[in-house]
């Protein structure tokens, strides 16, 4: 039997497989990139260091992610009033409707996953998966649990 965190890395691993060959290849999308304009459009106004914690990803990750939807002109940057030294991100028209077409599809895929799950089942996973969550982001050194997969 697979210890537990190795089961959530693959399903993880398992459900974004597909993504590059149903969502990315057609919309020049990365799953990273993908990743950070979810955050974007649930809360727009982020900045990168902020983008990185919400989605888990290493900063050099987002970074490129970032630079790849600038380069796409789906995310634009914009200086924060309060502290110059920031920025702050956001989805242009482009992004915002990149994201919901791709929103549309991943609601699809998700549907499609979780079919056979009754909803009791679902709400516990998602109550459990939030506990998690809360428990690495508490955890003095977060990262360590990578080095165990």
């Not at 609601?107 to 109550?127: I, K, N, P, T, Y």
Request: net charge positive; hydrophobic share 45%; with cysteine.
């Amino acid at each position: 039997m697979d210890p537990l965190f190795f089961k959530l890395v693959r399903v993880v691993n398992l459900t974004a497989r597909p993504f590059h060959e149903r969502v990315g290849r057609e919309h020049q999308l990365t799953l990273n990139e993908w990743r950070a304009m979810a955050v974007l459009a649930a809360q727009p106004g982020l900045s990168a260091t902020l983008v990185a914690d919400l989605t888990g990803l290493d900063k050099m990750a987002v970074s490129r992610a970032l630079a790849g939807l600038k380069r796409h002109q789906r995310v634009q940057r914009r200086s924060d009033p309060t502290d110059q030294r920031c920025s702050r991100l956001y989805l242009t028209a482009a992004g915002k409707a990149l994201h919901a077409t791709v929103g549309a599809l991943g609601r699809q895929r998700e549907a499609e996953l979780f079919a056979g799950v009754d909803a009791g089942e679902l709400a516990r996973l998602s109550d459990t998966l939030d506990t998690l969550i809360r428990a690495v982001e508490r955890a003095p050194d977060s990262g360590a649990a990578d080095q165990t997969v």
